[in-house]
């Protein structure tokens, strides 16, 4: 987790920092001219997103790119939001030094893991324009903001401070700004166009933080706006302590030289997560420690013996020590109908789906996989579909094709969902974007640069899974769309044309113009249904309309579902047809007899709502005869409804709000550990539903 | 067939066609118009006629579907257009009809090759012809180059005799769309056989080596496909004159079908092969022999050509065992040529080696 940290807490005794990272620069982000532009909006933008996240505070962030000196690729770089500000004597550690101490008690969802930190970029600046960079900060209860210069002195690893004062901070339009914090910085670096630039980034960085604001002032002065679609705050993420079955020996070796816990016992319990009672006697018998073990009497072998019981390598009674899984609180999705707004308002389509997976766990790390898939619309038919990745919630934009999230989506044969693909392998073409998203309180990485997934077998499954589902869901869209077209072409067949060969027909042979009804029914020969769902500006309420038309010679009976975003809190009002809860998100109504040439329709509001996360109701039914416009109920599909319902009841029953204490009974009947670790935290059902998004 | 009807018979012949429609919707049922499959698994050889007719097969076109029910209102459209013409004593090319069809509202046509179609469905359903419509082609003729007399009635109503060698130019005489007796009579020759040619370069080629005269034939131009008068004009000097016709086509399949449209009748024509096809036609060359034989440059068959050349393979009219090897030999040289590639040895290989070696097995030279 703080692998570049370590690596340069153990070289700098020998080298000095700067030599270090010109050596490591092609990890820190900074190889590249390009490159080391967006590390540094990169830095800097996840900062100012961290901080409003953990001040709960909806971000509002300004980038501005000026090219000082064109010839000589000197470019200043703004970056302003709206946080909290950072107090006057935080501000040099904050930005001036590069090793904090390790925390490694604290395991959770950051996005701070995948970088140098600011301080890096700070480093930078000075290493290639011999300058220091600018900070500005403001905290609400301080009537002026702190300025000043920070630099590094590379061979204290040290902050050097210039120039600190104090001042009064404008903003743009005369008020004076509340709180928030702006860095300005002079560094060597390019401003480039195209996938891999800062537009891309900030773009990306817009799709999973929906509840950000992104203004971006690019060198030409062109101002890009990315608007916050929701108010809602990312959920606050809990810290967890380390599972046993994700330590490392040198990270043991770590926690337990550092220890102030009394004994074994108190080390096991205080320290892990997953570890009852029962598991800490567990853990020390297959250790052969005894639990009153003073903690400074554990030494090197005792350590090991210690890890290799963690791992299940050594048994008791034949069995690895049973262990609870880690709690999954630690995460924090994106969730699917943020990632929906998200896309939407970034691409231009006809058609979004997205899931989120419920959480698993592997090696003792709770992580989720969130997928979303964009159709349709301006974007290209005949190239590769673009493929968005992020680790918590940070773009990757390198090094696409070694990612196991790129590898996820090139697992799937897409030919069968309606995209292109050449042999079913590889990048599907398309007019598509499909985005990856993995929560995770250790993101595995193939290397420092960071920019790619490593190979994971539980991460692939689950991302694979997702991707499956999203694709039938783009299957069941496509088709839909094309019996949408057919019905259409019916309804102007008889609405139109026929009427006009009856008329002419009658004309020419000078005959009475006949009754159609008979001839339309025959056309028809089906039951038809049109939905409509839209937003009510008036009654900020989403309405939908379910119409059904029996175009047949009988009276026909059906049972007519619709889904509808119970999960995401909406409520049903106006239901005037009544109707009775059928399962989580998917209300039934019985109709009785619908006659022939009879015409049905069911109407009603959803509150709770903003405008635009409700779209599209997908219309079910039960009954002997076809209903063009609606699709026959899977009872399959119902019983996934449930068990996922059932699946969120247990993972909020799973993860209490209290730790485990010492007297917490273990579960008799868990399975045994080992088999636990392959195991999800709840194990996700096959084929887990859409109950978010487009088409189911 | 070549008997024309009265405005009045193709009045009713249409008005039979707009009375299945309307009955069909005063019973309850969508409305339908019934019409032989013009595929080439619904052609037959007619022992009578000599030529492919369609079979027994119909299909039925009903307004189930948007495509025919469209294809049905404009039916009833191009039908009240012919009444009005028939009434006003006017014609009008299928171009123009298209360009009307633009104030049919929902009834207008997509494309030109539409209206074509319902032109030819029309004639079919209803036995008459497009002459009986009012409805002219645009394609335009052949051209002809022999000594050869005709007698052709111009605009102003005037019999003018033209000799087909001495009255015209290089170009030769333009074949009207009208060929039929009121507006062409044919007179006197003094030819042994007519020869058709596909392309331009090669008909031009032959009347500049002077083979009309020294080989005593008509040399016809077919401009690809021949139009229907081109077809009309080469069976009714087959049949008049009691000439034998040969076809020296380019060495391909689709220079096979054309052939096929000539001698056997068109699929798409085959309700009027009769009065179009000349079953004694002969197919003189490119032959896949022939590549072989002079060793022609030669192009390899497209992966187009092949599906066409397996199409022809179980067509009927290319039953018979000499065209049976002669696709089969093409498709395993897999190689095609033209005409011109008999340049190769010269300008004058064509007429004085080739054709005369050709025509010598079919006892003409």
Redesign the interface.
């Known amino acids: 987790m703080s692998g570049i940290a370590q690596k340069l807490a153990s070289n700098q005794k020998q080298v000095a920092i700067s030599e270090f990272f010109e050596k490591n620069k092609h990890f820190l982000g900074f190889d590249s001219l390009a490159r080391s532009l967006i590390t540094a909006v990169k830095e800097a933008v996840d900062n100012a997103l961290d901080a409003c996240e953990e001040a709960r505070i909806l971000p509002s962030i300004r980038i501005e790119i000026n090219k000082i000196d064109p010839k000589k690729d000197i470019v200043q770089l703004i970056v302003e939001d709206n946080g909290p500000g950072i107090p006057q004597k935080s501000i040099e550690k904050v930005f001036g030094q590069l090793l904090f101490g390790s925390r490694f008690h604290a395991i959770r969802q950051s996005r701070g893991q995948q970088g140098i930190g600011i301080t890096g970029v700070v480093m930078y600046c000075q290493l290639t324009t011999g300058r220091t960079t600018h900070v500005r900060s403001k905290i609400a209860t301080e009537p002026t903001a702190a300025v000043v210069d920070i630099g590094l002195d590379t061979r204290k690893n040290k902050a050097t401070k210039a120039n600190a004062g104090r001042e009064i901070w404008y903003n743009e339009d005369g008020s004076s700004k509340e709180h928030g914090t702006e860095v300005t910085a002079q560094m060597k670096a390019k401003y480039q166009k195209g996938r891999q630039s800062v537009w891309q980034y900030l773009r990306m960085t817009s799709i999973v933080n929906p509840h950000a604001e992104i203004i971006f002032v690019d060198p030409e002065g062109e101002r890009h706006h990315w608007t916050r679609v929701t108010e809602r705050l990312p959920t606050k993420v809990e810290s967890i302590k380390p599972h046993p079955h994700g330590i490392e020996l040198g990270q043991l070796q770590r926690m337990v030289s550092e220890s102030n816990d009394l004994n074994l016992n108190h080390f096991l319990l205080n320290n892990f997560s997953g570890v009852t009672n029962r598991a800490r006697k567990e853990l020390c018998q297959a250790a052969e420690l005894e639990g009153t073990r003073k903690m400074r009497a554990i030494k090197g072998d005792d350590i090991r013996n210690l890890l290799e019981a963690f791992q299940g390598e050594r048994l008791v009674n034949g069995q690895p020590a049973k262990l609870l899984k880690p709690p999954t609180n630690c995460l924090s999705p994106i969730e699917e109908i943020l990632i929906k707004k998200g896309l939407s308002k970034t691409i231009d389509s006809r058609f979004v789906t997205t899931l989120t997976r419920v959480p698993n766990v592997t090696q003792g790390n709770p992580f989720q996989v969130e997928v979303g898939l964009i159709f349709g619309g301006s974007m290209a038919g005949d190239k590769p579909v673009e493929i968005l990745r992020f680790a918590n919630r940070v773009p990757l934009m390198y090094q696409q094709g070694g990612c196991l999230l790129t590898k996820a989506i090139e697992s799937v044969d897409w030919r069968q969902y309606g995209l292109d693909q050449a042999g079913g392998k590889g990048v599907p073409k398309g007019p598509a974007a499909i985005l990856v998203h993995l929560a995770s309180t250790n993101v595995q990485f193939t290397s420092e640069a960071k920019e790619a997934l490593a190979d994971n077998g539980e991460v692939m499954e689950e991302a694979r899974k997702a991707m499956l589902e999203m694709g039938r869901g783009l299957r069941k869209h496509l088709d839909k769309k094309k019996k949408m077209a057919k019905t259409k072409?019916?309804f102007?067949?008889i609405n139109?044309?026929?009427p006009?060969?009856?008329e002419?027909?009658?004309?020419?042979?000078n005959?009475p113009v006949?009754?159609?009804?008979?001839?339309i029914?025959?056309?028809m020969s089906a039951v038809i249904s049109e939905s409509t769902t839209v937003w009510n500006k008036a009654t900020k309420q989403t309405d939908v309309d379910i119409v059904l038309f029996n175009y047949t010679s009988r009276a026909r009976a059906y049972t007519i579902l619709a889904t509808w975003p119970e999960k995401s809190g909406a409520t049903m009002e106006n239901n005037d047809t009544g109707g009775r809860k059928e399962a989580l998100g998917v209300w039934a109504w019985k109709l009785d007899a619908l006659q022939p040439g009879e015409r049905k329709s069911i109407t009603f509001s959803l509150s709770g709502l903003e405008r635009g996360d409700w779209t599209e109701t997908e219309v079910l039914f039960r009954g002997s005869q076809d209903v063009i416009g609606a699709t026959k109920m899977d009872e399959k599909f119902l019983q996934e409804i449930r068990r996922q319902e059932q699946l969120f009841k247990e993972s909020e029953d799973e993860n209490p709000p209290s730790e485990q204490t010492l007297d917490q009974a273990p579960v008799a009947s868990a399975p045994p550990v080992v088999e636990e670790v392959a195991e999800p935290a709840v194990a996700p059902p096959e084929g887990q539903r859409t109950l978010f998004g487009g088409d189911v | 067939m070549s008997r024309m009807h009265t405005p009045e018979e193709t009045k009713a012949a249409m008005?039979e066609v707009?009375?299945e429609?309307?009955d069909?919707?005063?019973?309850?049922?969508?409305?339908t118009m019934t019409l032989p499959v013009r595929t080439k698994n619904n052609i037959a050889f007619d022992k009578k006629l000599g030529v492919y007719k369609y079979g027994k097969k119909q299909s039925i076109r009903d307004?189930?579907?948007?495509g025919s029910?469209?294809q049905?209102?404009r039916a009833?459209?191009v039908?009240?257009f012919i009444?009005e013409m028939l009434d006003a004593g006017k014609s009008s090319t299928l171009r123009e009809m298209y360009y009307i069809s633009e104030g049919w509202?929902?009834?207008k046509f997509g494309s030109q090759n539409d209206s074509n179609n319902l032109a030819e469905d029309l004639e079919i359903v209803t036995k008459c012809l497009r002459e009986d419509f009012k409805l002219r082609p645009e394609e335009d003729g052949a051209r002809m180059i022999g000594n050869l007399t005709l007698r052709e009635r111009n605009r102003r109503g005037e019999w003018m005799r033209i000799n087909a060698r001495d009255d015209v130019g290089d170009s030769g005489y333009g074949v009207p769309y009208n060929v039929e007796l009121e507006k062409i009579e044919l007179l006197e020759h003094d030819i042994d056989f007519i020869m058709a040619i596909e392309t331009g370069g090669m008909f031009d080629r032959l009347i500049e080596n002077g083979f009309d005269e020294d080989y005593r034939c008509g040399l016809l131009h077919l401009k690809g496909q021949p139009a229907r008068s081109t077809r009309r004009i080469m069976k009714r000097m087959s049949e008049e004159w009691d000439l034998p016709v040969v076809v020296f086509l380019d060495g391909d399949p689709w220079s096979f079908r054309i052939f096929a449209s000539i001698a056997y009748g068109a699929i798409k024509t085959a309700h009027i092969s009769e009065y179009l096809a000349t079953p004694s036609a002969t197919y003189l060359g490119i032959t896949a022999d022939d590549i072989v034989a002079y060793d022609l440059p030669s192009d390899d068959l497209s992966k187009k050509d092949i599906e066409a050349l397996n199409a022809e393979l179980s067509d009927p009219r290319f039953a018979d065992s000499w065209w049976q090897d002669q696709i089969n030999m093409m498709l395993e040289l897999d190689k095609k040529a033209e005409q011109q590639s008999l340049a190769k040895y010269g300008l004058d290989f064509v007429t004085e080696t080739y054709l005369p070696e050709k025509l010598a097995e079919l006892g003409l030279a």
């Open positions: 072409e019916k102007e067949l139109d044309i026929l006009a060969i009856a002419k027909s009658a004309q020419l042979l005959r006949p009754e159609l009804s008979g001839s029914t025959k056309i | 008005h707009v009375a429609m309307y069909r919707i005063v019973k309850g049922e969508p409305p307004a189930t579907s948007l029910a469209k049905l209102l009833l459209h039908v009240e009444e509202g929902m009834g």
